[in-house]
């Protein structure tokens, strides 16, 4: 369940109140008349499934609620009422199918600010990677797997795709481009750095390294692998099952790519940088890809499920 907290206009409160209790799946509506200070208003909350929520949003949304009121969205952690069980029960579908794309596309917003906070995980990530790559440290790379932030760009991109939402998908592109830009100079003078103290050596980059050469050769299962991991990253957005971005993370050559191309350059190694870079594309593009898709069957999904449900009610 989810809970909604509104400042309504004292002008359109009934048209809230009425859309509220007509949308299946929702109870505790608790209207205050004229307690809102700033903005003025109304205060309105309610409970409602997440199964019911995308189309509240958007409803509470064509009232122009957002802009001359508020809305603020919660999870509730435990709800223990006999209403809400039936509200959900009412609700079509199963609250983890459902896309609340309001809260999909502030997610993703977030995590493609270029921010100073984004740029130093990135940056510290391929670090990581490239002390990694270079000691053929397979905890090290999945470590660095682990802290790199890319994943939030990527999810805005797909979002903007589905959504056709052209500024967010700029905004993420912008995140991603920048990112891993500044994350491969700085590694890169960071490889210098460490070989100017006798930590780095070519020969370590050249040697043997059966944990981690295939970063810097791709090949068809690095992009099932990809594929793979776009759809369960999305899956546990849309969801809210966050933990499971841990272990897309961690399957996935991005960071490790980045890195590879960063102390290959260092150093002179044209071959091994190239092979990195393409890994990296390569990776990026099947996660573009299958997370672009899942949306979309998603959206196909939910949207024929919750006309089935419309017709039916019609019919009763």
């Known amino acids: 369940m989810l809970h909604l907290r509104m400042i309504v206009p004292t002008d359109r409160t009934r048209a809230a109140v009425e859309l509220i209790e007509s949308t299946v799946g929702t109870t505790h509506l608790v209207v205050l008349p004229g307690v809102a200070r700033d903005p003025v208003g109304d205060l309105v909350m309610c409970d409602t499934a997440r199964e019911s929520a ?3 949003l958007h409803g509470l949304r064509d009232m122009r609620i957002d802009q001359d009121g508020s809305i603020a969205v919660e999870n509730i952690d435990l709800s223990m009422s006999t209403r809400a069980d039936a509200a959900e029960e009412e609700a079509p579908g199963e609250g ?4 609340i794309w309001e809260q999909l596309a502030e997610a993703t917003h977030e995590e493609s600010t270029l921010s100073f906070t984004y740029l130093s995980f990135m940056g510290l990530a391929t670090m990581i990677a490239a002390c990694g790559v270079v000691l053929d440290n397979a905890i090290l790379i999945v470590g660095a797997m682990a802290v790199g932030p890319e994943f939030g760009p990527l999810a805005g991109v797909c979002t903007a795709i589905v959504q056709r939402a052209p500024r967010l998908a700029a905004r993420s592109l912008t995140a991603l481009l920048i990112g891993f830009l500044t994350s491969i100079v700085a590694t890169t003078v960071f490889s210098l750095l460490m070989d100017w103290l006798g930590l780095f050596t070519d020969s370590m980059l050249d040697g043997e390294r059966p944990q981690t050469s295939f970063i810097w ?3 068809p299962f690095s992009f099932v692998v990809a594929l793979l991991a776009g759809a369960a990253g999305t899956l546990s957005l849309t969801s809210s099952k966050s933990g499971a971005l841990v272990g897309v993370a961690i399957s996935v050559t991005t960071v490790p790519a980045a ?4 102390v290959a350059l260092s150093y002179g ?3 091994q940088m190239w092979g990195s870079i393409g890994q990296l594309l ?8 299958a997370g672009t898709a899942t949306l979309a069957l998603q ?3 939910w949207r024929t499920q919750r006309g089935r449900l419309k017709r039916r009610l019609r019919r009763g």
Not at 96 to 99: F, Q, R, T
Not at 282 to 289: A, D, P, T, V
């Open 217 to 219: 050769q791709p090949d």
């Open 299 to 301: 959206q196909r999904l």
């Open 259 to 262: 890195a590879n191309a960063a």
């Open 96 to 99: 983890a199918d459902a896309v």
């Open 282 to 289: 390569l990776n990026l593009l099947g996660i573009i890809l």
């Open 269 to 271: 190694e044209f071959a």
């Open 54 to 56: 995308d189309e509240l």
